[in-house]
């Protein structure tokens, strides 16, 4: 799994009709001091993840293993929204002060 950043939102009115009813989000990839990388990544989300949250992505064939995802063509999932990061009894990431 990889730590992100919602950016954005991606609406997409055709597509492949298994991928109905489902929400994309465009996300910046993080590095481990929550610096963000050049890379973005749109994913669907499982979860209600809104702008500026920080996530959990989970990628490839473990994407699929959510029910009701697993016959749908996604490589990128948000599969989690994140409350805390801490590195090395560092407070890197609150969700709770991003809001303060």
């Not at 050049?38 to 500026?52: I, K, L």
């Not at 996604?74 to 009894?89: C, G, P, Q």
Request: proline share 4%.
């Amino acid at each position: 799994m990889q730590i992100a950043k919602v950016k954005g939102t991606v609406v997409s009115t055709q597509k492949e009709p298994s991928l109905r009813g489902c929400k994309f989000l465009l996300l910046q990839l993080l590095d481990e001091e929550g610096r963000q990388l050049p890379e973005y990544e749109v994913a669907g989300d499982t979860v209600g993840a809104g702008v500026d949250e920080w996530v959990l992505v989970s990628r490839g064939s473990a994407a699929r293993q959510i029910p009701g995802s697993e016959h749908r063509p996604l490589d990128a999932l948000v599969v989690a929204i994140i409350d805390t990061v801490t590195v090395e009894n560092r407070l890197l990431y609150s969700k709770k002060d991003q809001y303060r």
